[in-house]
């Protein structure tokens, strides 16, 4: 039932050269499978975003493999790459910025129609349009005629679930989807992507400063720091037995009702913290295997 | 409550529209009391950082401050100030660190230059007496003394807003008022800043008005909570009540909304 989809393999992008270079992915590994959630953690700067990003053949890597069902990904034109990115659909982080404010969303939808679903006839059109808002439990009638700033952030950002599902995806990249959101509508776009994910069998590649979240809609986790990732396995296993240090200390700072400041036991020593992430950014030389589906970089020193 | 640093009582503001006026804060009281950390949550919109702006004067046309609305800082009347000490009240009693605190600063001043600026204004500072602040407030921060010399830009983001938060603090004010002043920021530097604004309060003893939406980041960092609906203060109680006992059922709701890190969610 589970089908490997996406495979990273030591991949590693670079900005710029010489002195100057930024190392923004350094020999990063993954694969994900259809019907589960790999959601890479890590804090600005750390290239989760830059990982996303060459999914989606926005960025080719400067060394390594991106494959696809086994198949290498660099080099696709034309029909080719307009296979992939039907295959391979994006949820941006802005709801607002992701819709053009000329057109309604009608529109927004149709024309992902037109371009990836061949099989939808022009007078099936509208009929497509409700059913795709339907999934996303938005009213047809009342979203579909409308233009993106007629509705609100998690409206919007349901408009663009509809949209990258309606191309019948098989991997789903979602780039921070819910951080712009209200608290109280957050829930019921993971849910959402949740349910998504499972119904459809989708392979979901989830990013995402959030931790919390990240266990909330992931079965695996990547914690990602300069551009390596740290440590990755299964979600509750990384949670619950961190082995980095520096997944250690993100597990720490996360706000935790249970923990007030005012506890001498739950400081977080900032010297402390420099070193780990300073010793974080040097290059891991090794893994340790710390069970079935977890993994660690052996922390240097 | 006498012994209280802030008393806001039965706030009301409105904003005025031409054809219908938006109540955006209705009958709001709370007390923080001196040294106390005092949090406002609730969701964008709530009118949490409408209160924040009427305490420190801020707010401007089209919101009105109701009569009957009262709020006493150290026992003055804050509605009843005109600018002159207005100006003195700012800055000296009552300090604001806004969420992009961080894109406040002047970028093509260096760091020791905005120091001056508010310490000349409002303690007629000399260039050397400013100087000298400087680099006591930016150790409290932890960033090195020699760094005043330098531009916004060569400062990292968690840098900057501690540098906003150390401006705020060289007056020595009474309250420092807080609306969302790290949501920008990576959750380690977060952690790295309020832990130190929390050592510097129990050092230098001022109050706290804290406002987020991240409700557990509000039970860790705060004394008392706050809880606002649609410009109403439904709830507020102790840190530990507002997560363990809530009442009204808007928290439970809000608490039912956070993914919590052991899986499932918070509330």
Known sequence: MSELLLRFDNVSKSFGSGTYAVHAARSVSFSLDSGRALAIVGESGSGKTTCARMAMLEYLPSAGKVLFKGEPTEGRRGRDLAAYRRAVQMIFQDPFASLNPVHTIAYHLKRTLSLHRPDVTAKDLDAEVEKQLATVKLDPALVAPKYPHELSGGQRQRVNIARALSAQPQVLVADEPTSMLDVSVRLGVLNLLNEMKTTRNLGMLYITHDIATARYVAEDIAVMYSGQIVEWGDCGSVIDNPQHPYTRLLLSAVPDPERRFSDASSRLDPKEADAVRRAAAMDGRKVLTVGERHFALASVG | ?267
């Open chain 2, 1 to 267: 409550m006498s012994d209280s640093l802030l008393s806001v009582k039965d706030l009301t503001i409105d904003y005025i529209g031409a054809e219908k006026n938006f109540r955006a804060v209705d009958q709001v009281s709370f007390d923080v009391a001196p040294g106390e950390v005092f949090g406002l949550a609730g969701e964008s919109g709530c009118g949490k950082s409408t209160v924040a702006f009427a305490v420190s004067r801020l707010h401007i046309p089209p919101a009105l401050i109701r009569k009957g609305s009262e709020i006493r800082l150290a026992g003055r009347d804050v509605l009843a100030l005109d600018n002159k000490a207005l100006r003195d009240f700012r800055w000296r009693e009552v300090a604001m660190v806004f969420q992009s605190a961080m894109n406040s600063l002047n970028p093509v001043l260096r760091i020791e230059d905005q120091f001056h600026d508010v310490l000349a204004t409002h303690n007629r500072c000399s260039r050397k007496e400013a100087r000298e602040r400087t680099a006591e407030m930016l150790k409290l921060v932890d960033i090195k003394p020699e760094r005043m010399r330098d531009y916004p830009h060569q400062f990292s983001g968690g840098m900057r807003q501690r540098i906003v938060i150390a401006i705020c603090m060289a007056l020595n004010p009474k309250l420092v008022i807080m609306d969302e002043p790290t949501t920008a920021l990576d959750v380690v530097v977060q952690r790295e800043i309020l832990q130190r604004i929390d050592e510097l309060r129990r050092q230098m003893g001022f109050s706290v008005l804290f406002i987020t939406h991240d409700l557990g980041l509000m039970v860790q960092f705060c004394d008392r909570i706050g809880v606002m609906l649609s410009g109403k203060l439904v709830e507020q109680g102790r840190s530990d009540e507002i997560f363990r006992r809530p009442q009204h059922d808007y928290t439970r709701k809000l608490w039912a909304s956070f993914p919590s890190l052991k899986g499932g969610l918070l509330g």
